[in-house]
């Protein structure tokens, strides 16, 4: 599913609203407007444009790396206005209040943190919307990359800079470097303005070119580009934005640092009443009393409910009723743990939380525990803080013995938020949390699944409240205490309101479900925790020692591919150094650079496209490819696997989350199991080190070409049905559609074209793409589209038809009712659109094989417990179950898992799943 990353200019915005505003004043004199002008150009912005992720950067105080290059680069800007500095140090915390990322980084400028970020977005295959005014970031536009701007209502994509400009994106540094920058104090050629610039361009294709024909340009204008030419080169450093910095320390979980959360409205409708924004308070104080929508455009909740013409009650995400009175209570003593015990005696249904050491669940001790019991109404029992925190606690065993009858009481039901962590801090202590009858998070996931999941959003979303943060508490980074260093009277109001929140926002989101949705909720989401909670604990045996064989062995190799890379070279150099690569291939080498994608510094890119193109004709590039491939599996797996054991079981336990792909997939992590790559015979062989114990043997079963078999189902496509029901090769048969020849005569390069295809379409690929993966140009690829169609015009009705359904709705569903929400249906840039279209013909198919492996972990962890089997569900990667499977037990469950796997269907699909069953020693040999 396509991911859209909104990327907004906050310096440009600063400015552009303070010139463009009436002056503005807050009641104790601060000026506003630009205050003002910016929050406002946001709130238009997140409404207009539906986003996953997002950031609002602005420049860092001081001088950055271009002064360095050119000490009078901006020697000629004005100082920033009085009136404009004390709203321009407010501004970022108002922008992260509203729910934004906020992004400062020191020496660089924010064009360029904006460059990196919009390249990581384009890179994972994102849509990138970058917001300014700036015409420096054309630079940045491409097929995934558009500028907006919002006080000219103008959109810039490809063909929008090559009509604004008269040059490509690709042309606009050099098309800057001529004409030079005034506001900045960037040289350029004198008497070169835009329509000469893009003659210049137009004419010799780039600044290099312009330069070496220099001599061929006649008049005063052509003195004057020869007078320039020993400065052009450092104009085109200092207009050239950066895409490539280190962002790490700014973003730890990268780009999912910027996921885009829900405005804290408590916060800010104390700081609209002190800046004198009345309208924007009355609003605020509105939607956190009744929850009609995001002030600041989470408008998606209320377009793709509009769109999808759900009743009125679902336009807006309603808000719970708050109960009357908040009683949260410490408890501390024997009475009073008496009176809990009383309680939980009588009680059908409670909400609960665990407070913890650590986020491994696997090793994580227990803090405190808090239960509620209904709306407002919630206990806390510190167990694990330190005495001068929380002087006088309750024994940890002793009330740990005593609730162990009604945790593992099936019939108190019980609710919580990602209750599979609590499960496991509870099982780390010998009890079976049973009765899990309710999880906000998945609650959520059902019926949002576009939408963030955590706690603190979903307490804004669904109960108009702002939570206590961790952070609040425990403070971040190095200076961070933990929760056994809180306070009793803090923790309390924090872990009490944890339980609290998840039983009032579960029970709230299950009243707004329909019937399918509800059915998902209770009969897949829900049990699939089960099961992946007991995968995690089983976890999976790791060889080490064959670990650190392959790590020794790579590491030879890559000494190896150092050695021959030096001897190619002539001379040693560092593999991972960009420059001394360029100069390397380029300098010594003489290696040919036209047509080749530049750096933002105007150097030759050495990324690793680059260097897949250069490697067809050169061996070093190749040879370098290898040990960057090489190098990232040591340092990735055969290294770091061996550090992720667990001392105490000696195995590796991944961690499964269940709310995170919006089509319904698993993500696995610590370690990544679904990333452990399997295209090279060295990548195969880090799963050789994924075994199984003495006695028993590794069994995968992998759904065999699932998302076709979808397809099939969905396009009622009869060449499509009868080949899969005729059990045929359907890569062959579709190279045999497409060639016009018989299936027998098709020969390996025929069905690789044919595999492509098939699965290319599926993803809605088109010519461009499709050209690009085999490697022919883009009239050969859409003959073979084209052919593809007429022989299957099932798939093309179906292709159209979904895509009429999504413009008309708003979303797609998967075979078993999963909404899948499409807000860029309807975007004005035709690349989003496109993008989302694209996603409307893949989702259903994705979806729906989600929903299938679901049911399949489902049934066949019920079947290995009915049967009274041994044999243990460690890992699920894509469509592929594993297990470890006593030798005994092998014989039945090599017949029985595929057959259970087979039957999930239950005959909503018109062509058969198949699984193919593999078995060995180790994960390797079984897949």
């Known amino acids: 599913m396509s991911q859209t990353l909104l990327l907004v200019d906050g310096s440009s915005y600063l400015y552009r609203a303070f010139h463009a505003m009436a002056p503005l004043t807050a009641p104790d004199g601060t000026p506003t407007g630009a205050l003002y002008g910016v929050l406002n150009m946001l709130r238009r912005l997140r409404a207009d444009y539906v986003h996953d992720y997002c950031a609002v950067v602005f420049d860092a105080k001081g001088k950055n790396f271009r002064h360095e290059l050119y000490p009078d680069y901006k020697a000629t800007r004005p100082p920033m206005p009085d009136e404009l500095r004390p709203q321009a140090e407010m501004l970022p915390d108002l922008v992260r209040l509203m729910g ?101 361009l137009a004419q010799y294709g780039s600044l290099q070119n312009v330069m070496d024909h220099a001599a061929e340009i006649k008049g005063k204008v052509g003195e004057h580009l020869q007078a320039a030419l020993p400065q052009l080169p450092l104009s085109y450093q200092l207009v050239t934005i950066k895409t490539d910095l280190d962002l790490h320390s700014e973003l730890s979980d990268g780009l999912e640092s910027l996921r885009r959360t829900t405005p804290k409205w408590s916060q800010l409708a104390v700081e609209f009443k002190r800046l004198n924004f009345r309208t924007w308070l009355k609003e605020a104080e509105e939607r956190l009393h009744e929850g009609n929508g995001d ?146 998070m998945l609650a959520s996931y059902i019926l949002e699944s576009h939408l963030g ?124 150094s960009p420059k001394q690569l360029q100069e390397i291939l380029f300098g010594k080498m003489g290696i040919p650079t036209k047509g080749l994608k530049k750096t933002a510094g105007g150097g030759i890119s050495t990324n690793e496209a680059v260097l897949e193109q250069l490697a067809l004709d050169y061996p070093l590039p190749k040879i370098i490819l290898q040990n960057r491939s090489l190098a990232k599996l040591k340092s990735t797996y055969t290294d770091k696997l061996p550090e992720m054991i667990n001392p105490q079981t000696g195995r590796v336990h991944t961690t499964y989350a269940q709310a995170v792909v919006i089509t319904g997939r698993l993500a696995s992590s610590n370690p990544n199991l679904q990333n452990i790559p399997i295209r090279t015979e060295e990548g195969r062989r880090v799963r050789r080190a994924f075994t199984a114990p003495e006695g028993s043997r590794i069994v995968s079963a992998d759904y065999s070409q699932i998302e076709l078999r979808i397809m099939a189902h969905l396009s009622g496509d009869k060449t499509l049905l009868d080949a899969f029901q005729n059990g045929e090769d359907i890569h062959r048969r579709t190279a045999a559609e497409v060639f016009g020849v018989s299936p027998e005569s098709v020969n390996a390069e025929q069905r690789r074209y044919a595999k492509t295809i098939n699965f290319g379409l599926i993803y809605g690929m088109g010519q461009y ?127 029985k898992l595929p057959a259970i796997m087979a039957a999930v269907a239950d005959g909503k699909l018109s062509v058969p799943l198949v699984a193919e069953v593999g078995t060995g020693a180790n994960w390797e040999e079984a897949h």
């Open 100 to 200: 934004w990322p906020v992004l400062v980084v020191p020496d660089v400028e924010a064009d360029d943190v904006i460059g990196t970020l919009a390249k990581q977005g384009e890179a994972e295959g994102w849509d990138v919307v970058i917001s300014t005014g700036d015409k420096d970031m054309a630079q940045l536009v491409s097929q995934h990359v558009t500028l907006v701007n919002t006080m000219s209502n103008e959109t810039l994509d490809t063909e929008g800079v090559q009509n604004k400009f008269g040059v490509r994106p690709d042309q606009i540094i050099d098309y800057l470097a001529l004409m030079g920058d005034k506001v900045d104090n960037v040289p350029g050629v004198e008497k070169c303005g835009p329509k000469t610039a893009a003659k210049w």
């Open 295 to 440: 002030l600041f455009g989470a408008a998606h909740i209320g377009e793709q409910a509009a769109l999808a013409e759900e009743k009125p009650s679902k336009n807006t995400p309603a808000i719970a009723e708050a109960p009357a009175k908040l009683d949260y209570q410490a408890v501390t003593t024997e009475a009073r743990f008496a009176d809990l015990l009383t309680k939980l005696a009588k009680a059908e249904a409670i909400g609960i939380d665990t407070e913890t050491t650590s986020l491994d669940a696997m090793q994580a001790q227990l803090v405190g525990i808090s239960i509620a019991f209904q709306p407002g109404e919630a206990v806390y029992i510190p167990l694990g803080h330190t005495p001068t925190a929380v002087p006088e606690q309750l024994d940890l065993h002793n009330v740990l013995g005593r609730l162990k009858p009604h945790l593992e009481n099936p019939a108190l039901k019980k609710i919580g938020q990602n209750l599979k962590y609590d499960q496991h801090i509870f099982a780390n202590y010998d009890i079976a949390l049973n009765g899990i009858g309710g999880d906000a």
């Open 453 to 576: 999941h955590g706690l603190d959003e979903l307490a804004e979303r669904h109960l108009g409240l702002p939570t206590i943060t961790y952070e609040s508490l425990c403070g971040k980074g190095a200076k961070q205490i933990s929760f056994a260093d809180v306070a009793l009277e803090q923790a309390v109001e924090y872990a009490a309101q944890d339980a609290d929140f998840a039983l009032r926002i579960e029970s709230h989101l299950l009243q707004q479900m329909d019937d399918k949705q509800r059915d998902m909720y209770q009969n897949m989401e829900l049990p699939v925790a089960q099961v992946l909670f007991m995968m995690e604990r089983n976890g999976v045996l790791i060889d080490k020692n064959e670990l650190t064989q392959q790590s020794h062995e790579l590491g030879s190799e890559l000494l190896a591919l150092e050695t021959e890379a030096y001897e190619i070279a002539g001379q040693p150099f560092n593999l991972n």
């Open 769 to 895: 793409g499709l050209a690009k993966s085999l490697g022919i140009d883009n009239l050969s690829a859409k003959n073979f589209i084209d052919r593809y169609f007429a022989r299957y015009p099932g798939v093309a009705d179906y292709m159209q038809r979904i895509k009429e359904q999504a413009a008309r709705e708003g979303f797609v569903e998967t075979l078993f009712g999963r909404r899948l929400y499409l807000p860029d249906i309807h975007a004005k840039n035709a690349n989003r659109r496109a993008g989302a279209e694209r996603v409307a013909i893949n989702a259903p198919m994705q979806g729906t094989a989600s929903d299938l492996i679901k049911r399949a972990m489902i049934d066949v962890a019920d079947w290995l417990v009915s049967d009274g089997l041994k044999s243990k569900l460690i890992m699920q990667v894509h469509d592929e179950l594993v297990l470890e499977v006593p030798e005994a037990e092998l014989a039945a469950v090599e017949q």
